[in-house]
T-cell receptor, first 112, second 112 residues
Framework: GENVEQHPSTLSVQEGDSAVIKCTYSDSASNYFPWYKQELGKRPQLIIDIRSNVGEKKDQRIAVTLNKTAKHFSLHITETQPEDSAVYFCAPQMDSSYKLIFGSGTRLLVRP | SAVISQKPSRDICQRGTSLTIQCQVDSQVTMMFWYRQQPGQSLTLIATANQGSEATYESGFVIDKFPISRPNLTFSTLTVSNMSPEDSSIYLC?????????FGEGSWLTVV
């Protein structure tokens, strides 16, 4: 089955710095690569996604890059703010269905 | 788009009892998915609910513990049977339509 690894497990940055979280996956059939943000006590929320025909996608301070050959994709957050503090999950799509396999999560702390 | 109504949103359950979670979608979808998120952990796919056939369970999940119904294309239920404190989790249903995956608000279950 699909194997997903997410690094780092925790990340602490100073406000204004950038944060990068990386996700590797094993299923070459995956073609949808979302990132979710989960705040305490809330369900995960989609923040950005990318499909396999695109190498990079940006939405204001958030970007996702995809390297399909190497089977990894990364979340980039620039100019981090304290409200970016949360747990982030990658969740590559499994076997061309709507099933997602979630990474283990990255706890991001943005220090003011 | 799809709007998912999931209930209960929260419940406290006695050990040994069973609880059924309902998921209603405002449009017809072929597959519905059930996930579990244990405290401090990532989301794990429990099963895929197909209309007109038995659910397909992921490794580590069995029908006796998590029976699923899918009576039509807009509704599914997940029962957590004979609950123990280890079943304290957030349970989420999910559907996909078009290019988008949607999640319900989640059911926060605490087993005491």
């Amino acid at each position: 089955g699909e194997n997903v690894e997410q690094h780092p497990s925790t990340l602490s940055v100073q406000e204004g710095d950038s944060a990068v979280i990386k996700c590797t996956y094993s299923d070459s059939a995956s073609n949808y690569f979302p990132w979710y943000k989960q705040e305490l006590g809330k369900r995960p929320q989609l923040i950005i996604d990318i499909r396999s025909n695109v190498g990079e996608k940006k939405d204001q301070r958030i970007a996702v890059t995809l390297n399909k050959t190497a089977k990894h994709f990364s979340l980039h957050i620039t100019e981090t703010q304290p409200e970016d503090s949360a747990v982030y999950f990658c969740a590559p799509q499994m076997d061309s269905s709507y099933k997602l396999i979630f990474g283990s999560g990255t706890r991001l702390l943005v220090r003011p | 788009s799809a709007v998912i109504s999931q209930k209960p949103s929260r419940d406290i359950c006695q050990r040994g009892t069973s609880l059924t979670i309902q998921c209603q979608v405002d449009s017809q979808v072929t597959m519905m998915f059930w996930y579990r998120q244990q405290p401090g952990q990532s989301l794990t796919l429990i099963a895929t609910a197909n209309q007109g056939s038995e659910a397909t369970y992921e490794s580590g999940f069995v029908i006796d513990k998590f029976p699923i119904s899918r009576p039509n294309l807009t509704f599914s239920t997940l029962t957590v049977s004979n609950m123990s404190p280890e079943d304290s989790s957030i349970y989420l249903c999910s559907v996909g339509t078009g290019n988008t995956i949607y999640f319900g608000e989640g059911s926060w279950l605490t087993v005491v």
